[in-house]
Structure formats: structure tokens, C-alpha cells
């Protein structure tokens, strides 16, 4: 029975053998081991489009349903299933759908499609412990749904251990932070080679905890920080009959900014007969256009693709700039890398706080010998600045960021 280790991430999914080698699965993308998670139906077909080629045909017609980090929903008991096309689609077939491409697409190199995974999971779907089983009990339904029929679960960042692990030549006591688009997830974890060939780990643990930190926030901070007011936030508009009476923009509009897959939720009657009293009576016409067509154009995953380039841009340059041409939106924004560590400082303090949270529980455990840190937001200087400043940069370990968790995971499938 073929067997392997299954990462499922918010924006990325990848699958490695039990020696740990993670799979091309994604033939012609920029990274053919990430398979990027995500879903598109358009509207004048009945194909079903995954991966990389949703996103060219969600660019080259954005007109039908395009999903994103489903994943984040898996705690969400109000979040059951989504009208699509005429059918109800739940939570559970939208991620099997998911499973199963990236299952399909790694039978060529498992001689067969592997029937036997062993997949990862944060170490907290939500703090809410009904709700962490939800999100866990969803996630194993869309795996047999998919067509794995031995299961088994293993917190990401102990999987991205087992991959930092494979490298050591002695024992250590590791801090394990791993970065995903809408987690982070921190465990403390005795590694080394007199631990290596033990099948069940669990002891090996001091502790671990999580929180809802990922690339995903930090994008939304570029969004609150610099270009919110680009999009009306401060503006007001004409209230209709009355001659003297205006109105800010509404809150719970600005809001549903900060996540490109939240603006089509505002796309309701009431929000377009909102937006288009903005356009007739906004005292800044040009930014009410383009919140007009930001929303109704549906063009938020594409501004969020360009705001994500410039934080990664950021990681090795002082400066960048956002330039977005669409519709009637207009940007050039110039972003310092003081600017972003500004807007992501309240983010920063809650990283910060939640490792020293962890660091006391596990007090007595010993002196952590290596922080080991994965995963894309690892990549921010900030957050690498946060370790290092409290363990010195001689302690501070990376690898690859996007596919470490996958490698654990593969290689604990080696043990099932």
C-alpha cells in the first residue's frame, strides 16, 4: 500500500515520500512541488478547474466562483456548504476535490495513487476546542472522500521538526515555529539521532501551541496601512433626500478589504446600491471609482497578488513599489520596509508574546539548543529579527520554507 505525507495548506499543498523527497506535482508552475490551493468554476462550463491552471483561467475570465484558503474555514461551524452552479457544495467536498487532484497527480511516482497518508495539521485549528475537532473531523471526511483509506494526523510543526531533524548529527532540544498564509504554529521538541527511528513521537514533545498569524494577515496590514484610503476609507458620500447630510464610508465595507476572498461577500444588492450612491456624491470621486470596481469587478484576488509580491519583495529590499493598473484603479504606492514593520507591529507583538507564552509553560525543560523557522512569513526580516534577538542568530535555523512540513510529513509516513 503506497504511502505518503500530505501537506494542505491555506495557499499552497504538497505531498512527499516516506524518504522525505517532496513531489513534482505541478508541472509548469514556478515551484512544481506546490500545488497551489485553490478552486475555480467558471461560469459558461461545467469543468472544474485546480491549482495553477484555476488561476490562468480565473485571470482570463473572472466572472464565475474562484475559492481560496478554504482551509481557514474548516473550524467554522457557520460555514457548511456554498451554492455553486446549481449544486450544494460542503466544506468537505470542496477539500476532497482539492486531495484528490494532488492524490491523482502523485500517482505516477507512487505506482498508483497513494492509499495511505499521513497529513498534516495545525496545532490549533482555533483556540474553541469543539471547533478544533470540527475543522479535524472535516479534514479526515475530505481525505476518505478523496480516496485515502488509512488517515492518520500530525501537527505541522512537528512534521517541519522531523525534517530540521534529519540533519542533525546530535541531540537537541528545538524550537519549531512554522508559518503558514493563515497560521502559526510554535512547538517546543527534543530531536537527534538517538530519537530518530522512534515511530511514535508523542514524548518527544515539551510543548507546542498556535495562533491565527499567517502571510494572510500580513498582507492585509500593506492593505490597512497604505491603501485603504486609495479605496475611499475617510471619505464621505450624499445621503439621498437630504440636502445637507453626508456619511463615512461604512466600516464593515473597509473591513471586508483586508481579505480578497471576504469582498464577494459585500457584492449583495444593498453594498452595489451603496457603491453607486458613492460614485454619485463622494467627496473623493476617484477612490469611490475605484472601490466600485475593486468590488464589482471582482478584481481582489489580483490586487492581493500584487500586495503579496511587494511584502516578498520587502524580504531583501528597503523599499518597493505596489503598482496595480486595472478598471479604473490606479496604483503606484512606494512601501518602505519601515512602513510594513510599522503596520505589522501589533502582529509582530502577538508572535512574540505567544513564543514566551510557550517558553514558560515549558519552563524546566532545558535551554533550547535551535530555532528552527518555516514556512513563507519566516522569510519577513522582522520575524526572523524576532528569534533572533531573544536566542542570537547563531541558534536561528531555516530551510525551505515552503516544503519542510511536507518532508516531516513524508517521512513519518515511512513509520505508518
Same mark, same amino acid.
Given at each position: 500500500?503506497?504511502?505518503c505525507g500530505l501537506d494542505f495548506g491555506t495557499s499552497n499543498?504538497?505531498?512527499?515520500?516516506?524518504?522525505?523527497?517532496?513531489?513534482?506535482?505541478?508541472?509548469?508552475?514556478?515551484?512544481?512541488?506546490?500545488?497551489?490551493?485553490?478552486?475555480?468554476?467558471?461560469?459558461?462550463?461545467?469543468?472544474?478547474?485546480?491549482?495553477?491552471?484555476?488561476?490562468?483561467?480565473?485571470?482570463d475570465d473572472h466572472t464565475g466562483r474562484f475559492i481560496q484558503?478554504?482551509?481557514?474555514?474548516?473550524?467554522?461551524?457557520?460555514?457548511?456548504?456554498?451554492?455553486?452552479?446549481?449544486?450544494?457544495?460542503?466544506?468537505?467536498?470542496?477539500?476532497?476535490?482539492?486531495?484528490?487532484?494532488?492524490?491523482?497527480?502523485?500517482?505516477?511516482?507512487?505506482?498508483?495513487?497513494?492509499?495511505?497518508?499521513? $497529513? %498534516?495539521?495545525?496545532?490549533?485549528?482555533? !483556540? +474553541?476546542?469543539? #471547533? =478544533? /475537532?470540527?475543522?479535524?473531523?472535516?479534514? *479526515?471526511?475530505?481525505?476518505?472522500?478523496?480516496?485515502?483509506?488509512?488517515?492518520?494526523?500530525?501537527?505541522?510543526?512537528?512534521?517541519?521538526?522531523?525534517?530540521?531533524?534529519?540533519?542533525?548529527?546530535?541531540?537537541?532540544?528545538?524550537?519549531?515555529?512554522?508559518?503558514?498564509?493563515?497560521?502559526?504554529?510554535?512547538?517546543?521538541?527534543? $530531536? %537527534?539521532?538517538?530519537?530518530?527511528?522512534? !515511530? +511514535?513521537?508523542? #514524548? =518527544? /514533545?515539551?510543548?507546542?501551541?498556535?495562533? *491565527?498569524?499567517?502571510?494572510?494577515?500580513?498582507?492585509?496590514?500593506?492593505?490597512?496601512?497604505?491603501?485603504?484610503?486609495?479605496?475611499?476609507?475617510?471619505?464621505?458620500?450624499?445621503?439621498?433626500?437630504?440636502?445637507?447630510?453626508?456619511?463615512?464610508?461604512?466600516?464593515?465595507?473597509?473591513?471586508?478589504?483586508?481579505?480578497?476572498?471576504?469582498?464577494?461577500?459585500?457584492?449583495?444588492?444593498?453594498?452595489?446600491?451603496?457603491?453607486?450612491?458613492?460614485?454619485?456624491?463622494?467627496?473623493?470621486?476617484?477612490?469611490?471609482?475605484?472601490?466600485?470596481?475593486?468590488?464589482?469587478?471582482?478584481?481582489?484576488?489580483?490586487?492581493?497578488?500584487?500586495?503579496?509580491?511587494?511584502?516578498?519583495?520587502?524580504?531583501?529590499?528597503?523599499?518597493?513599489?505596489?503598482?496595480?493598473?486595472?478598471?479604473?484603479?490606479?496604483?503606484?504606492?512606494?512601501?518602505?520596509?519601515?512602513?510594513?514593520?510599522?503596520?505589522?507591529?501589533?502582529?509582530?507583538?502577538?508572535?512574540?508574546?505567544?513564543?514566551?507564552?510557550?517558553?514558560?509553560?515549558?519552563?524546566?525543560?532545558?535551554?533550547?539548543?535551535?530555532?528552527?523557522?518555516?514556512?513563507?512569513?519566516?522569510?519577513?526580516?522582522?520575524?526572523?529579527?524576532?528569534?533572533?534577538?531573544?536566542?542570537?542568530?547563531?541558534?536561528?535555523?531555516?530551510?525551505?520554507?515552503?516544503t519542510s512540513v511536507a518532508e516531516g510529513l513524508g517521512r513519518?509516513?515511512?513509520?505508518?
Amino acid at each position: 500500500m503506497a504511502a505518503c505525507g500530505l501537506d494542505f495548506g491555506t495557499s499552497n499543498t504538497a505531498i512527499a515520500l516516506p524518504d522525505g523527497t517532496v513531489l513534482p506535482i505541478s508541472p509548469g508552475y514556478s515551484d512544481p512541488r506546490l500545488y497551489r490551493s485553490v478552486i475555480f468554476f467558471p461560469e459558461d462550463e461545467r469543468e472544474v478547474y485546480t491549482g495553477a491552471p484555476a488561476i490562468a483561467r480565473y485571470l482570463d475570465d473572472h466572472t464565475g466562483r474562484f475559492i481560496q484558503s478554504v482551509k481557514s474555514f474548516l473550524h467554522s461551524a457557520s460555514f457548511r456548504a456554498t451554492q455553486i452552479r446549481g449544486r450544494t457544495w460542503l466544506i468537505e467536498d470542496l477539500v476532497a476535490l482539492l486531495l484528490r487532484r494532488v492524490r491523482e497527480a502523485a500517482a505516477p511516482h507512487t505506482g498508483g495513487a497513494p492509499e495511505s497518508v499521513v $497529513l %498534516g495539521r495545525p496545532a490549533l485549528f482555533s !483556540p +474553541d476546542p469543539e #471547533a =478544533d /475537532v470540527l475543522a479535524e473531523q472535516r479534514l *479526515r471526511k475530505a481525505a476518505e472522500i478523496a480516496g485515502f483509506t488509512h488517515i492518520q494526523f500530525l501537527i505541522e510543526p512537528i512534521a517541519a521538526a522531523l525534517s530540521y531533524e534529519a540533519q542533525l548529527t546530535r541531540d537537541e532540544l528545538v524550537l519549531v515555529a512554522d508559518f503558514g498564509a493563515g497560521t502559526t504554529d510554535l512547538t517546543l521538541m527534543r $530531536l %537527534g539521532p538517538s530519537r530518530r527511528g522512534n !515511530p +511514535d513521537r508523542r #514524548a =518527544d /514533545v515539551v510543548g507546542s501551541t498556535g495562533v *491565527r498569524i499567517g502571510g494572510d494577515r500580513f498582507d492585509a496590514e500593506i492593505m490597512r496601512y497604505k491603501l485603504l484610503p486609495r479605496f475611499g476609507a475617510g471619505s464621505t458620500y450624499k445621503v439621498r433626500g437630504f440636502s445637507d447630510k453626508r456619511l463615512a464610508v461604512p466600516q464593515h465595507v473597509m473591513s471586508k478589504l483586508l481579505s480578497w476572498h471576504e469582498m464577494s461577500f459585500i457584492r449583495e444588492k444593498s453594498t452595489q446600491e451603496l457603491l453607486e450612491l458613492m460614485l454619485e456624491s463622494s467627496d473623493k470621486p476617484a477612490e469611490a471609482e475605484a472601490l466600485y470596481d475593486l468590488v464589482m469587478d471582482n478584481l481582489g484576488y489580483r490586487l492581493f497578488r500584487a500586495i503579496e509580491a511587494v511584502k516578498v519583495q520587502l524580504s531583501s529590499q528597503e523599499e518597493a513599489t505596489l503598482d496595480f493598473e486595472e478598471a479604473r484603479i490606479h496604483l503606484h504606492e512606494p512601501i518602505t520596509r519601515a512602513e510594513f514593520e510599522e503596520a505589522s507591529a501589533s502582529l509582530l507583538t502577538e508572535l512574540r508574546q505567544v513564543t514566551e507564552g510557550l517558553l514558560e509553560r515549558c519552563a524546566g525543560a532545558g535551554e533550547v539548543d535551535a530555532v528552527f523557522l518555516t514556512g513563507g512569513s519566516s522569510q519577513i526580516p522582522a520575524v526572523r529579527r524576532l528569534y533572533t534577538e531573544r536566542f542570537g542568530e547563531e541558534r536561528v535555523k531555516t530551510k525551505d520554507a515552503f516544503t519542510s512540513v511536507a518532508e516531516g510529513l513524508g517521512r513519518a509516513a515511512a513509520s505508518v
